[in-house]
């Protein structure tokens, strides 16, 4: 086959052969090669593939072929060549062959070895240290060193697994490189991507800042540059997949919040119903949690954290202050997720619930809601109680159906949606019923801008006003 060859800014020529892209180098070079390559070459020109750099079909992988050809020739023929030209060809991005190895065993004469470049998960590593102080706690764990390292790594969220697995696109190991771009390896929603490589171009800005680098252009270019005019569009086009906008990811650290799907009322009091009824004591016990999630459509962290103290019971103050979230996973109390204390006017049907469930001798200090332990309620208990929770005997596995799947096994209710969907169900059926959107946009704490998105489909019920 003919190879295939294009104008040339330099002596180290790019072509491509049976659709690889390689460099021949002029035979002045023919020295150096023989010596790094241990054997004659015996009047032939050094061929040398660069094969990760792609194919002939591709312009823009001749163009960083040819910036590669124009590094190499500008070291090799610089009058200090030895100490500019690295053997090892990490420096040129040319690291991951047999060269790599060199800087072990082989020193040119004069030649002070390149250091190689810092990898992308040594930048981050560094990154997350620098950054920690700056961020909240929850923030920092769920967005930073689970969502967004896991990108980085490659890692996606198996459903039927419950566990990352790896989508062997992992850009962890890569040593930063001039001339170019990682944010298309990485894989995910639109939402996603514009959060990691943000966040990865900041640590590259960073690093440089630190003079711990060499590399001048930015592998992350063009980070943080989410088009917010494209996000709101009626469909969105993502790796060949059309997707309409209700199902586009608004928070991509947390699923469940991007699923607006809801129970209708029904299934919200049958649910409620079957918790009560259950024939298991622990089951039963979490009832009143589950109704008040249903009745108040606050976070489960929220309800988790919430102490007597918070809710005020009477004529005049008859509301719940919800101020404070629990992490079962940091075990610790914090701040709500937006920051903000809010005020939960209370109902008579909460307010019956409350009243019901309020010991005669609680203490203001005392949690509203504890397990059979005594303790506080964690995602993970609440999850097991309504999902499933399983166990392992003598090496086989068990597992125990919850009470929202088992409903839905039986087809006594559509599907089972996951604890976080009783907010969804909550806010779904009070802004069809007519709430005032600002008020319930204000008790719990998203914006009406949301609930118009998210919650208020076409209700074919309705009708037009007539004024």
Known sequence: MRADKRPQPCDVTVYSDKGSLALRFPKRHNPLWEQLDGKPLNGKAKCLGIGKYGYKNNPEDWKRASQIAIALEADLDHPEWEKLFDPTLAKYGLGGGKYAKLADVLQLPGTVQAKPEITVGEMWEAYLEWKKPQLEETTYEFHYVSAFTNAIKGLVWDKTKREFISAKNSIWDKPLADNHCFVPLLQGSPRLISRVTAALSEAFLHLQSQGKTKITINPFIGAGTENKADKYKTTVTTEGVTKEWWEIDDIESNPEENDKRAFTREERDIIIKAFYESEKPATRLIGPLVEFLFLTGCRSGEAFALRWQDVFLGKHKNYIRFSKSYNGRLKNT?????????????????????????????????????????????????????????????????????????LADTGVIGCCLSPYHTRHTFITLQAHAGTDLLLLATACGNSVEVIQRHYLGIDTEVEITDI
């Open 334 to 406: 914090q701040v709500t997720k937006t920051g903000e204390i809010r005020l939960f006017k209370i109902y008579p049907k909460l307010e019956n619930l409350l009243l019901k469930i309020k010991p005669v001798d609680a203490k203001s200090t005392d949690l509203v809601f504890v397990n059979s332990a005594g303790t506080s309620y964690t995602s993970g208990l609440l999850y097991e109680k309504w999902v499933n929770s399983n166990t392992t005997k003598k090496g086989i596995k068990y597992d125990y159906p919850g009470v929202v799947t088992q």
